[in-house]
């Protein structure tokens, strides 16, 4: 038995029962007549639409709160919905709407709207039940924005290209004037600002210096940061981490719109997450390259990387009707050191002579390791001959140099072979020939020395 005291709904006059009901109602609730003039307006209605008491009751309803589109477009009263069930007597639903509030600010609604009929079945109005779906609207930008930010981070071809589209995602679901990205060097000691906003660049030194001030915050904090709890907050930072490590930070500045909640910094720091993925599938995929296209010991071009730049350089010296020359070089003495003194010391013999073959070259020219201690370089442009011979003998004198490995001084030399184009291959197979073979007439006549092929 319910002990709390009831009342009989036979003791409640009509009238007060269904303002009772009315006001009980969450969703907003009006009656218009056939007229368009609003008739009845629940307290829900009314505080959704920003109207004191029963304000609105009397007035035009398209005219004062249907009047626009959510976008600005002037809705005309015949192509409204409410409007058209007042005319054919069909109940409709409609799912994505704007009512416009007393203070000209429009919010979006879903709302259902029914004939009102007489016994005679006559319509003499249409009630309009509607509600506010600002937050359920915000919940799926948010989920549309984590969904873009995901699908973005892994179809980008490089973080760079990454910045300006978690700037314009973000700029959707939350106050948003600029995005900063900074993040560490190399060393993990300083902030480089990468990205100040679409259209800007990080050389900018306002913005940079700014930028660098609310991430350096960030980073030294490990998390999200903003401004005080009291203050209009002006300012949004989230930590981009990888492998473990804090390496930079993503930073929103805003005019003050409104203060940044929790599900703004949950976003954000899912922007810096998705940023996060980015550079390491990025530096993966540069390791990938360069391990692709690099000698591991050396660090020089292998093979296959320097066969498409001598590609290039041949049709880039046809076109330009310039020389170009091809080295080939094979250290002699190299086996004897390499067996009595460890591969290990024959791999710091290695490196030190490519080392001293990049020195011996120009800047335009490419040396590449092509097999265990042969090496090829490649020399364009070239006006005469003779730059070659003396480029080649260059690259001999610095191999003939003694070299300090493990205490002792290890000796060895090179026989180099060089081709020149067109005169010895117009293509680089026979280029590649030409210079091999007197490579070979350099070894057999005893070493150190260059021949020309």
Excluded at 229 to 241: C, F, H, K
């Amino acid at each position: 038995m319910n002990n709390l005291a009831s009342v009989s709904l036979s003791a409640v006059p009509d009238t007060a029962l269904h303002e009772h009901i009315l006001a009980s109602v969450s969703d907003g609730i009006h009656v218009v007549g056939m007229d368009g003039r609003v008739l009845i307006e629940n307290q829900a209605s009314a505080r959704m639409l920003g109207w004191c008491g029963d304000c609105l009751v009397g007035m035009n309803g398209h005219a004062a709160i249907h009047h626009h589109h959510g976008d600005g477009r002037l809705f005309p009263v015949e192509d409204c919905p409410i409007y058209q069930t007042l005319q054919d007597g069909q109940a409709r639903e409609v799912l994505d709407d704007a009512f416009w509030r007393q203070d000209g600010s429009s919010f979006p609604v879903e709302y259902r709207t029914a004939p009102l009929r007489g016994p005679d079945g006559r319509i003499y109005g249409a009630t309009v039940v509607f509600r506010d779906i600002t937050e359920r609207r915000l919940a799926e930008r948010m989920q549309a924005a984590l969904y873009g930010l995901s699908t973005c981070s892994h179809g980008c071809d490089s973080a760079g290209a990454l910045f300006p589209q978690i700037e314009r995602i973000l700029a959707e679901v939350m106050p948003l004037h600029r995005l900063y990205i900074s993040l560490l060097d190399e060393g993990g000691t300083q902030l480089r600002c990468h990205y100040l906003g679409e259209g800007r660049k990080p050389s900018h030194k306002p913005l940079q210096r700014a930028c660098t001030e609310c991430a350096w915050q960030v980073v030294h904090g490990s998390g999200p940061c903003h401004s005080a709890a009291d203050e209009p907050l002006q300012w949004l930072g989230s930590p981009v981490r990888l492998a473990g490590q804090v390496i930079g930070a993503l930073v929103l500045e805003q005019t003050g719109e409104r203060a940044y909640n929790d599900a703004d910094a949950h976003l954000l720091q899912f922007a810096a997450d998705q940023l996060a993925g980015a550079l390491e599938r990025t530096q993966r995929e540069e390791q990938l390259r360069y391990q692709a296209q690099y000698d591991a010991l050396t660090g020089l071009p292998n093979r296959s990387l320097f066969a498409d730049r001598l590609n290039v350089a041949l049709g880039q010296s046809e076109r330009r009707r310039e020389g170009l020359a091809l080295a080939y070089i094979d250290l002699d003495k190299f086996k004897p050191v390499n067996d009595q003194l460890g591969h290990a010391v024959g791999d710091e013999l290695l490196r030190l002579a490519a080392s001293r073959l990049r020195h011996a070259l120009r800047a335009s020219d490419t040396v590449a390791r092509v097999g265990g201690d042969e090496f090829v370089a490649l020399l364009q442009p070239l006006r005469r001959s003779g730059d070659m011979l003396a480029v080649a003998e260059k690259m001999r004198a610095a191999l003939a140099q003694p070299f300090e490995l493990e205490g002792q001084q290890v000796q060895i030399s090179a026989s180099i072979g060089v081709a020149l184009y067109p005169q010895h291959g117009a293509d680089a197979e026979t280029l590649s020939r030409s210079a091999d073979a007197a490579m070979y007439r350099a070894k057999r006549a005893g070493g150190d020395r260059v021949e020309l092929a």
